[in-house]
């Protein structure tokens, strides 16, 4: 049987869905705050690629490091000059979410801008862009679809020795788990927070870079984007790093395999709701396991499974 | 309050939201200055014109459409700088200001833009240019009694006599035709059609399926996918899928493949250069990704379109003085071949204009009715702009465009008159 390239574009969507659900996440945890601006952090990253390839003329992924920097103080800039004054007046969660979506619509604005700038300067295609024929080719297939789940892999061992092996580690689960308390025994929450959203904005960032070499670029894929990253989140349980990960890999994998899979059952109309498929996602989790994936008690699950 | 309270409350507020940023893809970057211009008070309705009329433009200045919308806008421009010309040369003592507005592809900024310039007291307006944006704005626009003249909505379904609407382009069902004959033409037996999920798409589609069909060909219930996804994975492998039935039925030379989007062709092409049996069929497609840059600029679109044949159809500006001049004028300022559209953008402001010279008037009601008139007499930068019973381009032949040898090249013209197709 012919291999059917739909597997590793599936891998490449879950990959990059994962590495934006974990910063996401990551951001949530530390201030209970669902970021609505993160996905355009991860289109600056695709700014940056464009313009690293197009511009100065290297190799797309150059633009990773340096979209983790950028994204990374986009982030920072949002806590410290929003957030945290917002939090320190004693908004509402509620209140907290909007201005992350006042900055996010100020984010596109400015990519837009960008755009324009670069349209005009370079003369080069800064709207529906793709940088997929800029790819490496790696024993004839493109090096993202090789990437994309190492950068995971990297990124997750990563996070997983700096939280449990670290003294900065242990002192961010203890800021995130109770920052009062943790406060008191002479933990510097501020930085711990500040760390989490340069992380996290960082995370989209990578995201970003990677994306430009699949999807196509635009300063409105965020909001294209966004229903997906916080299925994922949510799916995971949006309080779990691990969660997010299989949240970000299940969601991204349905997405993908599952509309396909439904559309050569039930016919080619289904394709053109793919959008829904995150959406179904938010909603049974909610009613299922209003926790995710880390909130389920797998042992007890298998004690049953194997009772049956 | 608990945590998994306060999780509850976000996840509530993030399916809310998350609705209503569904809905509001896009973004409004204002970035023209025009728009802070004050309505001038001197436009004296139905007793002269003096001073500075204003008319409005909406376009897709940003989102899927703006290469198109940024090409026609600057179209609409050299319109109203050449119109204005043209008054000073006859000495009339009032000149056009055009105030634009973004629309950024989307229905929902669209009207938001049109009730914007409404409320500015401007009643006439170029554009918009997707039948998606003009689907969404013409119950406003009519019950408002404004006028829109667009360069490009070509979806049957807005084909309304007496509407406020009309459209210096032929309406798809001539497109389909044309689609048809050409695809018949090169001996394609069986059609799978891929399209936008909208207006404009569905539309086109059903012309060009049924146009292809009634010429004895076969028409495969096709794929509609959202316009708004950030891939296209899923569509190509069933596009794969379906074009392997077929091929291994009726031979690869008997089976194509229709395309009906915008931009997002590239990265649709990109992804279905995926597949191998993808690349062994023909492709087709329509005007709006006739002359598209970015199929050529980029090495996979341009191995791909290359290798498929990548054939369309765009309506046919005749050669003549004014369109040697939009067109020169555009080149120099895009800095590359624009699209046939922005001749209609050119076109547009140039009726309007002209039916507010002729009436001396300004009112809707009186420029509505002057300008099947105007339109008939006035030979533009597409030709002739005469319109039919439902205020759309009568005249409707197409140019035959192709990828051929890393470049678009002219094939042939479609005359509908006698539904012919003549190929170099």
């Given at each position: 049987m012919a291999y059917d390239p739909i597997f590793s574009d599936a891998i490449i969507f879950a990959s990059l869905l994962a590495l934006l659900s974990i910063g996401l996440t990551l951001t949530y945890i530390t201030t209970r705050v669902p970021n609505f601006a993160h996905a355009s952090f991860a289109t600056i990253g695709v700014y940056v690629a464009l313009i690293v390839t197009h511009v100065w003329g290297?190799?797309?992924?150059?633009?990773i490091p340096i979209s983790f920097v950028i994204s990374g103080i986009v982030a920072v800039l949002l806590y410290t000059f929003i957030l945290k004054p917002l939090i320190r007046k004693g908004a509402s969660q509620a209140i907290q979410m909007i201005a992350t979506l006042a900055f996010d619509l100020v984010m596109i604005a400015m990519l837009n801008i960008t755009a324009d700038y670069i349209v005009?300067?370079?003369?080069?295609?800064?709207?529906?862009?793709?940088?997929?024929?800029?790819?490496?080719?790696?024993?004839?297939?493109?090096?993202?679809?090789?990437?994309?789940?190492?950068?995971?892999?990297?990124?997750?061992?990563t996070l997983h020795i700096m939280l449990r092996k670290t003294k900065f580690g242990i002192a961010m689960r203890?800021?995130?788990?109770?920052?009062?308390?943790?406060?008191t025994v002479g933990i510097n929450v501020k930085l711990v927070y500040g760390v989490s959203w340069l992380l996290g904005g960082g995370f989209a960032g990578i995201a970003g870079a990677l994306m430009s070499l699949w999807f196509q670029g635009d300063p409105n894929l965020g909001p294209q984007?966004?229903?997906?990253?916080?299925?994922?989140?949510?799916?995971?349980?949006?309080?779990?790093i691990y969660g997010a990960i299989a949240g970000g890999i299940l969601v991204g994998l349905t997405e993908v395999l599952g509309t396909r899979f439904l559309a050569g059952e039930f016919g080619a109309w289904l394709i053109a709701y793919r959008p829904l498929i995150p959406l179904i996602f938010i909603v049974v989790t909610l009613f299922l396991a209003p926790k995710g994936l880390a909130g389920i008690n797998w042992s007890k699950l298998r004690r049953h499974g194997s009772r049956i | 309050m608990s945590s998994g309270k306060k999780i509850g409350i976000g996840i509530i507020g993030i399916i809310v939201v998350i609705g209503i940023a569904?809905?509001?893809?896009?973004?409004?970057?204002?970035?023209?200055?025009?728009?802070?211009?004050?309505?001038?008070?001197?436009?004296?309705?139905?007793?002269g014109l003096s001073g500075e009329v204003t008319i409005g433009l909406i376009l897709p200045l940003t989102g899927d459409l703006a290469t198109h919308g940024e090409e026609n806008w600057e179209g609409s421009k050299f319109g109203v700088v050449e119109f204005n010309k043209h008054l000073e040369e006859i000495g009339a003592p009032w000149h056009l200001k055009m105030v634009s507005e973004d629309s950024a592809t989307s229905p929902v900024i669209a009207l938001e833009k049109l009730s914007s310039l409404n409320a500015k007291g401007i009643s006439i307006v170029v554009g918009p240019e997707t039948s998606s944006n003009i689907r969404n704005i013409k119950g406003y626009?009519?019950?408002?009694?404004?006028?829109?003249?667009?360069?490009?909505?070509?979806?049957?379904?807005?084909?309304?006599?007496?509407?406020?609407?009309?459209?210096?382009?032929?309406?798809?069902?001539?497109?389909?035709a044309a689609l048809g004959k050409l695809i018949q033409h090169e001996e394609i037996k069986v059609l799978i059609p891929v399209w936008r999920g909208d207006t404009w798409g569905d539309g086109l589609q059903e012309a060009a399926s049924n146009s292809f069909t009634e010429r004895g060909g076969q028409v495969d219930e096709g794929i509609r996918y959202n316009p708004e996804s950030p891939e296209f994975s899923a569509s190509t492998s069933l596009l794969a899928e379906k074009v392997q039935e077929y091929v291994d039925e009726y031979g690869k030379e008997n089976v194509g493949v229709l395309f009906l989007g915008f931009a997002e062709i590239l990265q649709f092409t990109q992804s279905a250069a995926e597949h191998e049996v993808l690349d062994d069929v023909r492709w087709f497609g329509p005007g709006a990704n006739t002359k598209e840059h970015k199929l050529i600029d980029d090495p996979i679109g341009l191995e791909f379109s290359t290798n498929v044949q990548f054939t369309t159809v765009q309506v046919a500006a005749s050669k003549n003085?004014?369109?040697?001049?939009?067109?020169?004028?555009?080149?120099?300022?895009?800095?590359?071949?624009?699209?046939?559209?922005?001749?209609?953008?050119?076109?547009?402001?140039?009726?309007?204009?002209?039916?507010?010279?002729?009436?001396?008037?300004?009112?809707?009601?009186?420029?509505?009715?002057?300008?099947?008139?105007?339109?008939?007499?006035?030979?533009g930068a597409i030709g002739s702009t005469k319109l039919n019973a439902a205020g759309d381009l009568a005249q409707a032949n197409y140019e035959v465009w192709g990828i051929r040898g890393g470049e678009w090249i002219k094939l042939g013209q479609y005359t509908q008159s006698d539904d012919s197709i003549s190929l170099s």
């Open positions: 290297l190799a797309p992924y150059i633009a005009k300067t370079y003369k080069i295609t800064s709207r529906e862009f793709s940088l997929r024929s800029y790819d490496i080719d790696f024993m004839g297939l493109p090096l993202i679809v090789i990437v994309a789940p190492i950068t995971i892999a990297i990124l997750a061992i203890a800021a995130t788990e109770n920052s009062d308390l943790a406060g984007l966004i229903p997906s990253i916080f299925a994922a989140s949510i799916a995971g349980g949006f309080l779990s | 569904y809905g509001v893809l896009g973004t409004d970057s204002d970035t023209n200055p025009d728009n802070t211009t004050k309505v001038p008070s001197t436009v004296e309705e139905s007793s626009s009519d019950s408002n009694n404004m006028l829109l003249v667009s360069c490009c909505s070509s979806a049957p379904a807005l084909a309304i006599p007496n509407d406020s609407v009309f459209r210096l382009v032929p309406d798809d069902s001539n497109q389909g003085p004014t369109y040697e001049k939009v067109q020169a004028h555009l080149i120099k300022t895009l800095g590359k071949t624009p699209n046939t559209f922005v001749h209609s953008s050119y076109d547009a402001v140039w009726i309007i204009g002209l039916a507010m010279l002729e009436t001396q008037s300004s009112d809707v009601s009186i420029i509505k009715e002057a300008i099947p008139g105007i339109a008939e007499s006035y030979s």
